[in-house]
């Protein structure tokens, strides 16, 4: 089955760095979603995209849908120690229960 | 408002048993849907619902069966465990674009 392409898969900076990860796909979704998952716990949304270049913040997340909605981008500015997780994109081409998740990012600070 | 809740929360099987894995929303969603989390794999759908009385397959469906009675309830049916089983199950029922998940069931096939 397809799966997006989601980069890096983990990443390990100091407290107070930004942070960039994004997901690729070979085809288009009309939404982009952003997860994230603390251990022992579902993803929980961060982030919903619904058009093409379309750039959302949420605090510190800001997240982008690409021109050619085959990729999408989260930043995340000033890390804190509470940001540790893992990252998923999501995309969505039809119905609401269809989504294919990246493979996700694990993000580890260090203090 | 409990929101998504699954039991078992961990649970060990030995190949060929059967097992039900239990997912409950109080959020009054029409969609849900079952996900199961390898590891480097991120969540593959598995079977969802758009409704009661209504299901469909989702990328990864061999293996487990659905079915969808009333709005609140949507168990996973595992009927003959095999180690390639061993995963995490995660339920979701969806509001607009918004997925809710469960907090998960750990499954170990031996």
């Known amino acids: 089955g397809q799966q997006l392409n989601q980069s890096p898969q983990s990443m390990f900076i100091q407290e107070g760095e930004d942070v960039s990860m994004n997901c690729t796909s070979s085809?288009?979704?009309?939404?982009w979603l952003w997860y994230k998952q603390e251990p022992g716990e579902g993803p929980v949304l961060l982030i919903a995209l619904y058009k093409a270049g379309e750039l959302t913040s949420n605090g510190r997340l800001t997240a982008q849908f690409g021109i050619t909605r085959k990729d999408s981008f989260l930043n995340i500015s000033a890390s804190i120690p509470s940001d540790v997780g893992i990252y998923f994109c999501?995309?969505?081409?039809?119905?609401?229960?269809?989504?294919?998740f990246g493979q996700g990012t694990r993000l580890t600070i260090n203090p | 408002n409990a929101g998504v809740t699954q039991t078992p929360k961990f649970q060990v099987l030995k190949t060929g048993q059967s097992m039900t894995l239990q997912c409950a929303q109080d959020?009054?969603?029409?969609?849900m849907s079952w996900y199961r989390q390898d590891p480097g794999m991120g969540l593959r759908l598995i079977h969802y619902?758009?409704?009661?009385?209504?299901?469909d397959q989702g990328e990864v469906p061999n293996g487990y069966n659905v079915s969808r009675s009333t709005t609140e309830d949507f168990p996973l049916r595992l009927l003959s465990a095999a180690p390639s089983q061993t995963s995490v199950y995660f339920c979701?029922?969806?509001?607009?674009?918004?997925?809710?998940f469960g907090p998960g069931t750990r499954l170990t096939v031996l």
């Open positions: 999501a995309g969505q081409r039809g119905g609401a229960q269809k989504l294919v």
């Open positions: 979701a029922s969806t509001r607009f674009d918004e997925q809710f």
């Open positions: 085809s288009i979704f009309n939404t």
């Open positions: 619902s758009v409704g009661a009385g209504i299901t």
């Open positions: 959020m009054n969603h029409e969609y």
